[in-house]
């Protein structure tokens, strides 16, 4: 069983920067497939932005310039580097992860997920 627990969201300032964190237990985090996705209240959770074993990236249109999305191996750390801040990035924002050798049921394509990190941008 994966463990994911995010950290490093709270407030943040329009124009400001904030990078949030993803610590992942496991043995083979290497080969996990890592991604960013976000939840606002009464919408559905939308992908931010996702990292492959290989480190090959993918990015919402919305953030893309804005948002970088990395990982850490020796730290079993999964990080999202926000800059250029503004309220309508204000959501909760989940970790998930695929190992791709569990039988867990995935949504949106994932078989583990933290329990979220809510942070807002002031205006």
């Known amino acids: 069983q994966v463990q994911l627990v995010e950290s490093g969201g709270e407030m943040a300032q329009a124009g400001g920067s904030l990078r949030l964190s993803c610590q992942a237990s496991g043995r083979t985090f290497s080969r996990y497939a890592m991604a960013w996705f976000r939840q606002a209240p009464g919408k559905r959770r939308e992908l931010v932005a996702a990292?492959?074993?290989?480190?090959?990236?993918n990015y919402a249109d919305s953030v893309k310039g804005r948002f970088t999305i990395s990982r850490d191996n020796a730290k079993n750390t999964m990080y999202l580097q926000m800059n250029s801040l503004n309220p309508a990035h204000s959501s909760v924002y989940y970790c998930a992860a695929e190992d791709g050798s569990s039988s867990k049921p995935r949504m949106f394509g994932y078989q583990y997920w933290g329990r979220g990190t809510q942070f807002t941008v002031s205006s």
């Open positions: 990292i492959s074993s290989n480190e090959e990236t």
